[in-house]
């Protein structure tokens, strides 16, 4: 009985070994190979506008980084790649970044009234100290140990400065630099203590720039400056007989502090020297004449600060000199920059040495992050660059590759004969031989999987990438830019490259920076190419592009303008083909109206202006989110077939707009789904205890919308779907003036999601066939890809039975309230994409596949199968296998027809 116990244990433990080990399996096989990460997509990190460039004291090749935008981390000094990153809050600004110690950086920043100071380890950036202050200062600094806060907003042109000292529990407080401070004091630090409050009045109209570095904030307003030593208060006061002074550069520590005030065709650099009074002294340092801007920075060779003065002599050559502190130059530290890109300003410079040789970090005002390698020599190139305005996109849109190129022959013109169009034909082929120009035929990209990529950044740089690598193709600013009032711009593709060997062509419309005008950019989306000069128009509230373009055209389609005269610009000019269309505007009045514009023609001055149709009062809201359906979008079925086999048909209003409303005072939200061409009311929604963000997908005839409910304190996910019923008003087409006016069957259901939602997109298809997924950004970085079926609004479980048939098949899922959130269903498994501002989506064409490109501080881009990949072989699939089987096939039925004919010849001789 004994032995039977034991030989049952044994085969107990070995059956869960098996199960533990198939388990293990099991789920491993459902993950992604290590070596197809990048395979299929591409993923890429930015900083954003960087305004803090640091040395690590142990490792110069290691440069610690911090942006505008509260971004802390580490690039390689000869590589520019990511060391470490951190994100820390959204809706806040870093004041302060400084080494901190031998092996920490200190960083301050600020939220509202809320203060942050953290220190980090700067060989791999761990957090190892943060406090929390209630304050509510726009400068801040630190010096021997103690930290200055700055605040020249809430009572100027009085200056309040409240200091804090650091206290350690190794010793009272810190006396020297922290420069000089021993690590584990560092580490020991304990608490903060309040050191008191300075009132310093200003002697300044306006401040309009600022920089702390030291124990010093520096200011101007105009043609005057003070330094303010934050220690004890004094006030130094300037005047400058120059023009005005613009901005700022200032780099020091305990033993050499300078700063350089920069205007208009002009440059000052002055060493701050403190003398036993209260007043400061200001060394002038020597520099180029010809210099019209310059910046500062400082770095240490051999123990001894050196400051550094960095100037961009011509457009592809920076001069970076050194000096002592006794302001003598050192020329084995000098350095000639050559660029090969075109480099437009300087913002911000970071000399790094190593062994008396050094290498250069530059920040570019047009956000282009670059750096130089460690050389022997003094003459450098530019090693690398980092296109940093990709953190901040604005718009977004593709084109293919051109399929052919060409010079001479022009299949989409029709007005040439038959004899001109062949010899056209001939010398275009002759020319691609020579030219070689060729390259992308339809045979490199069949299924339109290759893309370039253009993106319009919020300081007006065009990038164009390789969709394929995320390779950086072109960039180019565009001139006298400025965003619309809404912080947007808009970017349309009038022509896509299908018609070589006319160019393709895209244009941005944007708001000029010098006056209200509008400004229309004509570029290449291919090359990156001006095609035309920018279009110039009135201020204008509304534009749309058409769907297609005539020959008149040049196959361009037409981009059309609304003014605020109500007056129709168009690009390209005098387009005569403007016949049923409408505009849609909003006016965020304090109370929001609607208003629908039809056009009509002029006969008398021979132009098209708008006349309103409708106007419709939204009462004391405040709009918060305009979503239509894409105008291009291909719609496969036109029903649903219900359980009973019977069909209801979708209710498919092209002109239809869900427009979200919030009323604050109440904490409602409110959807209204409008037809924005009659101006009805389809249907209404009230949203009672809640509020945004409202994030909103809208597509065929559903709209689907996320919200936070304050009375559960929950996320939701609601659901609608529009029908109109068991027979269709019209198969062929649909009239927003129609009578009756359709009312449709609304079905919405809500479900709860388990996460806050940062950005919503659904995918698309080239006919709409494939099953649609909803694209999901998580606060995690995670993008989660959810079937549009897990939203359909449902029955509930008790009814359930009614959707079986005699059979006993079931034809719906019942509802469930809980949305899930697999891992599986992660899209960009472990490559987080954070603070996503936008995911736009493209279709290809292969039906089953579809283009997602992910964008916010990071960029993901990849290709996704909603449906699986039901019209593309596998990989692995057996070319030659099913080839010799189909050749087999061949030579049998052949030799079977053979053997057959001879049969019946034989049977018809006896």
Aim: glycine share 6%; proline share 4%.
């Amino acid at each position: 009985m004994k032995f039977r116990t034991l030989s049952y244990y044994w085969r107990r433990q070995k059956m869960n070994l098996f199960l533990l080990f198939w388990f293990f399996w099991f789920t491993q096989a459902h993950g992604l190979f290590e070596d197809q990460i990048g395979k299929f997509d591409w993923h890429q990190k930015y900083f954003g506008k960087v305004r803090f460039l640091l040395n690590d004291l142990n490792q110069p090749k290691r440069i610690v980084v911090g942006t505008e935008d509260n971004i802390i981390g580490a690039v390689n000094s000869n590589t520019g790649a990511v060391l470490y990153r951190h994100i820390l809050e959204e809706n806040s600004r870093l004041l302060y970044l400084g080494n901190f110690g031998n092996k920490h950086v200190l960083s301050i920043s600020s939220q509202v009234n809320q203060v942050k100071i953290r220190s980090y380890i700067t060989s791999n950036g761990v957090q190892s100290e943060e406090w929390s202050l209630h304050h509510r200062p726009n400068y801040a600094t630190e010096f021997n140990g103690v930290i200055y806060l700055a605040d020249t907003i809430s009572n100027f042109p009085i200056l309040s400065i409240i200091s804090y000292e650091m206290k350690s529990s190794n010793k009272a407080d810190f006396t020297n630099s922290f420069d000089d401070v021993d690590d584990d004091e560092v580490s020991n630090i304990k608490s903060l203590k309040n050191s008191g409050t300075k009132q310093v009045k200003l002697n300044l109209d306006k401040i309009k720039t600022c920089e702390a570095v030291s124990h010093y904030l520096i200011c101007t307003s105009g043609k005057q400056g003070s330094i303010i030593n934050l220690a004890d208060g004094t006030v130094t006061n300037m005047n400058f007989e120059d023009d005005e002074i613009t901005d700022i550069s200032a780099t020091g520590s305990k033993a050499l502090v300078a700063v350089a005030f920069r205007g208009k065709g002009f440059v000052k650099i002055f060493k701050i020297l403190q003398n036993s009074g209260s007043a400061v002294e200001l060394i002038p340092i020597p520099h180029s004449s010809t210099a019209h801007y310059a910046t500062l920075s400082q770095s240490k060779v051999n123990g001894e600060p050196i400051l550094f003065v960095t100037q961009l002599e011509t457009a592809h050559s920076i001069r970076m000199d050194a000096f002592n502190d006794k302001l003598e130059k050192i020329e084995n530290l000098c350095l000639e920059v050559g660029a090969k890109m075109l480099i437009s300003s300087l913002g911000l410079t970071k000399a790094y040495c190593h062994n008396s040789q050094c290498g250069l970090i530059g920040f570019s005002k047009d956000e282009l992050f670059f750096g130089t390698k460690i050389e022997l020599h003094t003459n450098v190139k530019i090693a690398w660059t980092r296109q940093e305005s990709l953190a901040s996109i604005l718009a977004v849109e593709t084109v293919d590759y051109p399929s052919e190129a060409g010079q001479s022959w022009n299949p989409y013109v029709t007005q040439q004969g038959i004899l001109h169009s062949f010899v056209s034909r001939i010398k275009y082929e002759i020319e691609s031989v020579i030219s070689g120009e060729r390259f992308y035929t339809s045979n490199d990209d069949r299924f339109g999987v290759r893309k370039v990529i253009v993106f319009v950044t919020a300081i007006g740089k065009v990038v164009g990438m390789d969709g394929t690598s995320g390779q950086i193709l072109y960039t180019f600013i565009l001139p006298e830019f400025r965003t619309f009032k809404d912080s947007s711009v808009f970017l349309y593709i009038q022509r896509p490259a299908k018609y070589s060997p006319l160019k393709p062509l895209a244009s941005v419309l944007y708001s000029s920076s010098k006056t209200d005008s509008t400004v229309l950019f004509p570029f290449n989306p291919i090359e990156g190419q001006h095609l035309d000069e920018p279009q110039t128009y009135p201020e204008i509230f509304q534009s749309q592009m058409l769907l297609h373009g005539t020959e008149s055209t040049n196959f361009l389609k037409p981009v059309v303008l609304l003014d605020k005269s109500h007056v129709i610009h168009t690009y390209p000019p005098r387009v005569k083909e403007l016949h049923n269309l409408y505009f849609f505007v909003a006016e965020k009045l304090p109370q929001p109206v609607l208003k629908g514009f039809a056009i009509k023609e002029d006969t008398v001055t021979n132009t098209f202006r708008a006349k309103v149709l409708w106007s419709l009062s939204l009462g004391n809201s405040e709009i918060i989110g305009i979503h239509g359906k894409l105008p291009w979008e291909k719609i496969h079925s036109q029903g649903r077939v219900l359980p009973d086999r019977s069909v209801s048909y979708k209710y498919m209003n092209p002109n239809l707009v869900a427009v979200v409303t919030a009323e604050p005072e109440v904490g409602n939200l409110n959807v209204f789904l409008i037809d924005a061409v009659s101006g009805a009311v389809i249907h209404s929604l009230w949203h009672k205890k809640s509020r945004g963000p409202v994030h909103m997908v809208h597509s065929e005839h559903w709209v689907v919308y996320s919200l936070f409910n304050e009375k559960f304190r929950r996320y939701e996910v609601t659901s609608v779907e529009l029908y109109e019923g068991q027979t269709q008003s019209n198969s062929s087409a649909f009239s927003s003036f129609a009578a009756p006016i359709i009312q449709p069957l609304v079905i919405k259901q809500a479900y709860i999601f388990p996460s806050k939602i940062e950005s919503m997109a659904y995918t698309r298809t080239e006919k709409g066939i494939t099953n649609k997924d909803i694209l999901i950004a998580l606060p995690t970085g995670g993008i989660l890809e959810l079937p549009k079926f897990v939203m359909q609004p449902r029955l509930s479980a008790q009814h359930h039975q009614i959707h079986q048939d005699e059979d006993g098949v079931i034809h719906s899922v019942p509802y469930i309230p809980e949305l899930p959130m697999p891992p599986e269903m992660i899209i960009n498994y472990n490559q987080s994409v954070k603070r996503v501002r936008g995911i736009k989506t493209w279709p290809t064409r292969l039906e089953s596949t579809c283009l997602v490109l992910v964008y916010g501080t990071d960029i993901f881009y990849t290709k996704v199968a909603p449906s699986k990949h039901f019209d593309v072989l596998k990989d692995d699939f057996d070319h030659w296998f099913i080839t010799i089987v189909l050749a087999a096939l061949c030579i049998g039925a052949y030799v079977t027809k053979r053997l057959s004919a001879k049969k019946t010849l034989e049977q018809a001789w006896r």
